[in-house]
């Protein structure tokens, strides 16, 4: 059974650099077919899907969040990060890691796998 779980700061300032991690497990990577995701959902609002890395290495960003975003990987921890910068309180949010074989969707089913989701706040 593939796992995902999601690491990082639950509390960031604004301006800076927010930085999370998505390790798996019972799975690759590197499996065939299968992105790799990030989604977030602010308080009171849906899904947003923000990008993802492909099992190639490819990546892809929402265009709303192309100019802070950057994901990459590391297939020797068999983790996915998530770098976005110059938060702002607009960025407060859950974040979740999710996997599939889709990409750009903001449904729960599409989506084969998901993390347990981790709060972030920015804020001074």
């Known amino acids: 059974q593939v796992q995902l779980q999601e690491s990082g700061p639950g509390l960031v300032k604004p301006s800076q650099t927010l930085t999370l991690i998505c390790t798996v497990s019972?799975?690759?990577?590197?499996?065939?077919?299968?992105?790799w995701s990030w989604i977030r959902r602010p308080p009171g609002k849906g899904l947003e899907w923000m990008g993802a890395?492909?099992?190639?290495?490819?990546?892809w960003y929402s265009p709303s969040l192309k100019s802070r975003t950057s994901i990459s990987r590391d297939t020797s921890k068999n983790q996915f990060t998530l770098q976005l910068s110059s938060v702002t309180p607009e960025d407060t949010a859950v974040y979740y890691c999710a996997s599939g074989t889709v990409v750009g969707g903001t449904r729960l089913d599409e989506y084969h796998y998901w993390g347990q989701g981790t709060q972030v706040t920015v804020s001074s």
């Open positions: 890395i492909s099992y190639s290495g490819s990546t």
């Open positions: 019972g799975g690759s990577i590197t499996t065939n077919y299968y992105y």
